[in-house]
């Protein structure tokens, strides 16, 4: 589903609206919110809205998990961490018991073992089934999403749930929940906005199918809901609004 807001504003208190929903909703069924977070610019304003009010008293802290769809290798203090952008706009602003936050990084462990130790905490924690309540994505102007970059042998997993592979083009390694983990949760939410999301978002959505180049086209839920939040500047390339 596309939705696209006349501003940032009203994009970023939607985006808000899903994390304490999808809360709510898998908190009262079960008494527990596993929720993966992304990184870059697209998720700081909305993490904000939910570290103050009203948002900030909606939620059950206490029964939120916090985990991250992927993540650059560097230490948690390093500027280039998804996980120090969550840290300062949200997770040190809400009362979440730290030991329900799984960093995607490890001080003295290679990135491919860990992402090993990773897909086993999930399946420790999820369950067989491995099905997020939400997840929230970005879109590179690649088209890429979370550390599923064009051309990377990691767009054809089918059976890992985690995977870390070195990225030449940025000179590092990266973590990554696979595509076909992603495709098992309940929401997945999309947030992009920008004249830079112009053309990925419509050869995303309107464009012939081709992941290995727009990779951001693998994410096809299995029994969830995706749902696209962006803004009229992203989507004015877009047919159909």
Do not use: C
């Amino acid at each position: 589903m596309l939705k696209v807001f006349k501003n940032t504003e009203e994009q970023n208190i939607a985006a808000a609206e899903i994390f304490v929903a999808s809360a709510k909703e898998a908190i009262d069924a079960k008494g527990s919110f596993n929720v993966a977070l992304t990184g870059g610019s697209s998720p700081v304003k909305f993490h904000k809205l939910l570290a103050e009010s009203p948002y900030r008293e909606q939620v059950e802290w206490e029964k939120v998990a916090i985990y991250w769809g992927d993540e650059r290798w560097v230490p948690l203090d390093d500027d280039k961490s998804n996980a120090k952008m969550a840290e300062e706009t949200l997770l040190s602003h809400v009362p979440i018991p730290k030991d329900q936050i799984f960093f995607m990084w490890a001080p003295d462990v290679e990135p491919e073992d860990y992402a090993a130790e990773y897909e086993q905490l999930l399946r420790n924690n999820l369950g067989p089934e491995g099905s997020f309540d939400l997840i929230y994505l970005g879109m590179g102007d690649d088209g890429h999403t979370a550390s599923l970059f064009p051309g990377e042998a990691v767009l054809g997993e089918k059976d890992k749930w985690v995977d870390a592979y070195f990225l030449a083009p940025q000179d590092m390694y990266r973590i990554t929940l696979t595509a076909p983990l992603i495709n098992k949760a309940k929401k997945i939410a999309f947030v992009l906005y920008g004249e830079k999301k112009i053309h990925a978002l419509h050869e995303v959505l309107e464009g012939a199918y081709n992941p290995e180049k727009y990779p951001s086209q693998l994410i096809k839920p299995v029994n969830g809901e995706l749902e696209f939040l962006v803004d009229e500047v992203a989507a004015s390339g877009l047919s159909k609004k």
